[in-house]
């Protein structure tokens, strides 16, 4: 039976991979049931057995606001950029919280994972892309939370301080978008690593902690010119989506083309070379991990 007849009598024919670069996209869309399957089991599994459940997507982003604007706004003293703190800290929050979350849990994909991938065919990819998909349900909670702020601030604004919604509002879904696809890159990256470098998990999460002060969370970028490495931060490509994610919600920050267009082609080249390397290591990562 030559090959066009079995493609003839079978709906899928699975094959081995051809090259580095033989993903097979389409398998993605016919996989989509089981994407969204696993992003109903990662928000059903992470909560089943909590006490305050969902409210958790409140309350982690609430006190680390707090904490930031007395730790950083208050004691140190470091500019808001002219925006009440509340609202500076937690829309760079709000940012960082996705990002970071679509890296820390892709990172572990191929050890978390390794039971299934080992048992039954499908779309290795279906795994990561399903992470970023379920952290959206926490990044829009946190955003309704940011939108309550903006609208308390709205009707007891704060005397000299302001804010408001800019036309960059149209590019927010881009900043999302370039934000998931960032994360997946990174992720994609270390967990192909970390199939033969254990090790390297443990300094995963402490070093995306370090990264965020490396980004303009807890400082505007125009603060971190003034001191004079204002270009260095500006090479982390979370700082323009920052930045932009500000101006567009708050009017304030440095949103400007250049940035934008350093973050794009930043995520772009790291998530292609994150997939091939990912598609290079889901081949023989079950004999490694």
């Known amino acids: 039976m030559n090959k066009e007849t079995i493609s003839n009598n079978w709906d899928l024919v ?3 991979k051809t090259s580095l670069f033989d993903v097979k996209f389409r398998d993605l ?4 049931d089981l994407l969204l399957m696993f992003v109903k089991r990662d928000f059903v599994s992470f909560y089943k057995q909590t006490i305050l459940g969902p409210l ?3 309350i982690q982003p609430i006190f680390t606001t707090i904490v930031f604007t007395f730790v950083f706004g208050n004691l140190a003293g470091i500019s808001s950029d002219g925006l009440p703190k509340i609202l500076f800290y937690l829309s760079g929050i709000t940012c960082w919280n996705y990002f970071s979350d679509c890296l820390n849990k892709t990172s572990t994909v191929f050890k978390d994972n390794a039971n299934i991938f080992g048992k039954v065919y499908f779309p290795r990819l279906i795994m990561p892309l399903s992470i970023v998909v379920s ?3 926490r990044f829009g909670v946190q955003l309704l939370l940011l939108a309550f702020m903006m609208i308390y601030y709205y009707i007891f604004p704060v005397d000299g301080v302001e804010f408001k919604i800019t036309y960059a509002i149209v590019f927010f879904p881009l900043l999302v978008l370039i934000m ?3 994360g997946l890159g990174l992720g994609l990256i270390i967990t192909a690593i970390t199939t033969k470098y254990k090790d390297l998990t443990f300094l995963v999460t402490f070093g995306v902690q370090l990264l965020m002060y490396a980004s303009t969370v807890i400082y505007p970028l125009s603060y971190a010119v003034e001191k004079g490495y204002g270009k260095w931060i500006a090479l982390n490509p979370m700082t323009g989506i920052i930045e932009g994610f500000r101006f567009a919600l708050l009017g304030k920050g440095e949103f400007t083309l250049f940035s934008i267009s350093y973050s794009i082609v930043f995520s772009l080249t ?3 070379f994150g997939i091939i390397i990912f598609n290079k290591t889901e081949k023989n990562f079950v004999d490694t991990i």
Do not use: D, M
């Open 14 to 16: 699975i094959k081995g």
């Open 29 to 32: 869309w016919h996989y989509r």
């Open 56 to 58: 958790w997507f409140f």
């Open 135 to 137: 952290n959206l349900v």
């Open 180 to 182: 998931a696809l960032l």
């Open 270 to 272: 790291v998530l292609f």
